[in-house]
């Protein structure tokens, strides 16, 4: 197990722990979560070593990986999945009309392919074999196994995204830190990452299922990945809920704290949850944020 003894954001050692909750989807096991008594960032803390993660991935629950539509509720996913192509192609355009766009963790390559077919020079990296393998044989994309952001060139990107992929990164900073040297001047970064401080996230305490532990590693809220982003030159240009994910959420966590899934009672709660991101300021389920990389 790797233990953290200090903040990775602001090298804090006040580690407080805030909650302990369950791996539902492999091993059954418990981890704890702490958050930065400095900076509030929170984390998984111990968490398993790097060369093991791989194990607690072995789920069919990761629906992005094997692309099933068998069944009402993954039906649901790739319905909302398609709608929500269409919405992420509009938001990179607003940020940015055309240029070379990297998508990290591209997955089965449904957004990349759209960005394709939108003008944008493309390339994808997913670690997976069997996504990787679908993104290239469905929609002949540019798509490699390395995960390593050395292999691009300086200034080689005008933009970059990650639907839901930092939170699983295991060296953080110096992943951002790359994010600068491959982006070119006022390039700009997507990032879609669970928001802990959501009301559903409190609501369901240790059965929130975007706490995916142990997989999840990070878990942000607006203040913390501002800060971490910052301290790698980079700027918050705008904020975007992410209006599905509570429903999705809900309904997982639904399924984990009573041990079968309630489509009624998940969307109620996944729909209290939005409207209480909009009315406070304790945000949505999940967020995509919108960095600019400062020259």
């Known amino acids: 197990m790797i233990l953290l003894d200090k903040c990775p954001v602001c090298s804090g050692n006040s580690l407080d722990k805030l909650l302990e909750c369950n791996d539902f989807t492999t091993s059954k096991e418990n981890f704890t979560i702490v958050s930065c008594g400095t900076c509030d960032f929170t984390f998984t803390n111990p968490r398993p070593l790097n ?72 390339k994808g990296i997913e670690p997976s074999e069997l996504a990787r393998t679908q993104a ?16 691009f060139s300086e200034e080689e990107f005008d933009s970059i995204s990650m639907w839901h992929v930092l939170e699983h990164i295991t060296n953080l900073n110096e992943t951002i830190s790359k994010f600068h040297k491959i982006l070119k001047p006022n390039g700009k970064i997507i990032i879609a990452v669970p928001n802990y401080k959501s009301w559903d ?60 899934k309630n489509f009624i009672k998940g969307f109620i709660i996944g729909l209290i949850s939005n409207l209480i991101g909009v009315i406070s300021k304790r945000g949505h389920s999940s967020t995509i944020y919108v960095f600019e990389k400062k020259n």
């Open 136 to 151: 290239k044989n469905n929609y002949n994309l540019v798509v490699s196994d390395n995960t390593d952001l050395t292999q």
């Open 51 to 122: 060369e093991n993660l791989g194990n607690y991935y072995k789920s069919d629950m990761y629906i992005s990986h094997t692309n099933n539509s068998k069944g009402i509720f993954n039906w649901l996913y790739q319905t909302i999945r398609n709608y929500a192509v269409g919405t992420k192609v509009a938001l990179l355009k607003s940020i940015t009309k055309e240029g070379t766009h990297l998508d990290i963790g591209c997955g089965t390559g449904e957004f990349l392919n759209a960005c394709k077919n939108a003008g944008y020079a493309t």
């Open 201 to 260: 996230a409190s609501y369901y305490k240790e059965f929130w299922a975007a706490w995916d532990v142990p997989i999840h590693l990070w878990h942000f809220s607006k203040s913390t990945i501002e800060k971490i982003f910052k301290n790698h030159e980079f700027s918050l240009r705008k904020t975007k809920p992410m209006i599905f994910d509570s429903f999705y959420v809900s309904l997982l966590s639904e399924e984990f704290k009573i041990g079968k």
